[in-house]
DNA sequence: TATGAATGAGCATTCATTCAT
DNA sequence: TATGAATGAATGCTCATTCAT
């Protein structure tokens, strides 16, 4: 005599449904930006009625919001997975590396979409600031740990000034990515591995 | 005297309503974005009638297109008139000052719009590719030039991974600018005269 | 036990929906012309909202198509139908019918609408051109057919002037029907039956 | 001293005006349909400004008017010229004239477009009305008069029928004009002289 | 749960007409 | 007399959202 057996399965069904619904919207987000994507779009998308949709999300601005939610979400494990001396040579790798996403992977373009976005949209500007101040205090407590835990060995005063310049700097290549996907791969590692450690040397 | 006064009069004003449209387009882009501003807004904003605009501008598109033009110039010639040994400082200087604006000035907010807009509109892309060229080359020819003639006296290669870093980095502090409007200044000059001449010394 | 009874439905619905649109479309064309016809006043006259047409019909362009098309079949069948030896009480007959029309029949304003737009859209000008060309080689068959097979057994060029007349003749009436609705009935049957024959005669 | 000798040059100058604004709406008309001509195009032809076409007429509806009125008077005389013996000859010889029209000449284009607006406008269904009435009239006379007044001599009930017939046929004629402006001249021509007279035989 | 038909407010754009100059 | 800038109502059309089924 389980609680409510219906309701486990009727919730692991309605989580499939959200998931399916945020993969499509993702996917003609990126495509066509946030308002260049309709309902329409996305519940063919999702191969689903437009209607449906309403079930699961209240609006098409929750969607956005959950999107971006996620999207952060996605960003915050990056970082925190990527400090480590190896820094310069994970941002070259993963610069372009969303084209070949499948599921719901981090896309710069969505980026993008996002910071226009929170211009207007408070909400989203509050979980943009929440996230860049995880991403700051991440790249600064890198920059402060020992060497031997893996960090820069940097004083709290110099850390917090490289990893503003760092975050500038992650930043606008993510922008760049979204202007030059085809940038010149051996360049970009070059010039990361030439100029990220003089930015963090001591 | 002149041989038609009237026509250059009426010339006159004609450019002044473009200017008058465009400082409220501007105005209305920035804080709705190019999608979510109005053509009836940019009248109200102008103070004329929506159809009066159709006289100055072939469409809303074309709007879009002029201011577009004008930011990337605007953008253009500060990086022409800023490229010498105190880049660091006018970096730190430019933070943040669109919005002490008068007349039309640079808006970081525009250059994200402008961003995400040029990954649907091919146009759009093209005059931001262009703009792109002409600041890397800039940076690029700033970093080859001989110390006396204001340069940073690179090899070329060289010049050119850190051109590109350069642009990352400055492009990330725009970025930065539209998220964190009222960064610490102390904080954001000392990292880049921290930062940057690690980024750019031999 | 039908495959798809919903699909069914659905699809008699979408058609009852179509004709209701084409319904009233014509009614209003009749009444103000493709141009002076608004989408709002359609809307008003097919009892739907005027975001509706739109899932049924591309474009206002689409409906004047498809009424066009519909007139131009109808008129063609009238053709083929009535080319035998009481032509002229045929005629006379047809005179004026449309207005009593339910459903959608043949409406002599119509076709001056569609003549006068054909003069600039060049799709309709096909699509008239091609009733024209049916209309000629139906009448000239007619006139070349054996007089048992119900034709006028005349040869080949005279069957081309004179099928020519009689297409001019024809639209003509349809022209004055136009005109003059109230135009004496017992006159025009006289006129027919006097007329017609001598200009078939051999 | 003359009475109002500025106003007499006035008046011709006035004149003129109507006939320049005249001119260039019938060449705008014929070109693109009432409906389609706007009137900053006619004042563009007319090489004046919008506005001034307000001081000679009411608005744009008081110009078609105009134009109605003077074509109708161009089509009456035409059949008040042409009503003799040669009539066949006549009505071949004018098909597809106006296009090499110089001045104000009929169009056939024209006559559509004003029979289509002669459906919702009672002002100009009038004006044709009276139209239809006088050529009825003429032809009637025509077929009536004696022989050697260059008449068909026919008696009055004759008369009546065969006018009606040739007034569909003409008018159907001056249709085909504006669908088939290249028809072979020879066959028409051929057609003409071979039906005509059979339709006007006693 | 799921559909997709239906709505209605909103959009960019056009155009006959007016009016200050 | 003449201009053409300016208006504002109307146009065709889109789209997020609702709702009967």
Redesign the interface.
Known sequence: MSARPRSEKAEARAEAQRTRILDAAQHCFIE??F??AGMALIAETAQMSAGLIYRYFESKSAIIRAIVEEQLELLREDIARNTHPDFPTVLAEEYGRPHQCEGRRMSA?LL??I??????DPQI?AA??DY?TTVRNALQDWLTRAREAGGMALDGE?A???A??L???????K??E???PGLDRD??M???Q??VP??L?R
């Not at 910071?115 to 207007?120: F, I, K, L, Q, V």
């Not at 975050?167 to 290549?173: A, H």
């Open positions: 066509h930006g308002h260049g373009s993008l979409e910071s226009a976005e929170a211009t207007r500007a943009l600031d860049d110099d917090r000034r490289r503003l310049m975050q500038c700097l992650i930043e606008g290549l922008l760049r979204t202007r030059e360049l970009l070059a010039a990361l030439d100029v003089r930015m040397d």
